[in-house]
């Protein structure tokens, strides 16, 4: 079976500081890859997402900038945090065209 | 643009009540539509799902039936529990195969 994994859980981090989150899938191969932010109390808003190695799709413009370098890892980057950019960080996977499944999220706050 | 409505919450009810959490969706085409839940803290889980017109889907006791000509997918369950209390997504597969999100109706089940 499938699982997706991502770290930290969560994050205490400094504006200026620079952020790495990593998500991993098992069990899958070539899988669609994405990665959300959910601010609090508020809904999904879709950051990036990949359809393989090195192929990195941008919906919204940011400090942040993602990574794939390899089938089943994406990561999440930042080179200076922002205030803005504390929440809920969801990664998820999906076979090529169908639901997507979500690991466990990560929670920075920056301060 | 391909979009999803759903009613807003927090929507509070007592246990053993009858839930109806409404979802309307505009989609050109035949889009799969979803129904996920996220638990406080965690990620989303996909609940329930339907692929064309008039297919029901369920899930712990949860169902919502697509309907093409009112382009509705509601959530509905016949008694709550306190375990229900949770944030309920509704959402499309575009013609993209990537996923539009509502915003997200947060349940409150009070004993």
Redesign the interface.
Known sequence: SQTIH?WPATLVQPVGSPLSLECTVEGTSNP?LYWYRQAAG???Q?LF?SVGIGQISSEVPQNLSASRPQDRQFILSSKKLLLSDSGFY?C?W?P??????????T?LTVT | GDSVTQMEGPVTLSEEAFLTINCTYTATGYP?L?W?VQYP??????LL?ATKADDKGSNKGFEATYRKETTSFHLEKGSVQVSDSAVY?CGL?DSN???I????TKLIIKP
């Open positions: 991502q669609n508020r809904g999904l879709l997402y969801l998820a999906s090529v065209t169908y639901e997507q499944y979500f690991g466990p999220g929670r | 799969s979803f996920y803290g965690e990620g989303l889980q996909l799902k997504f597969r195969y990537q996923l999100w509502g915003a997200g």
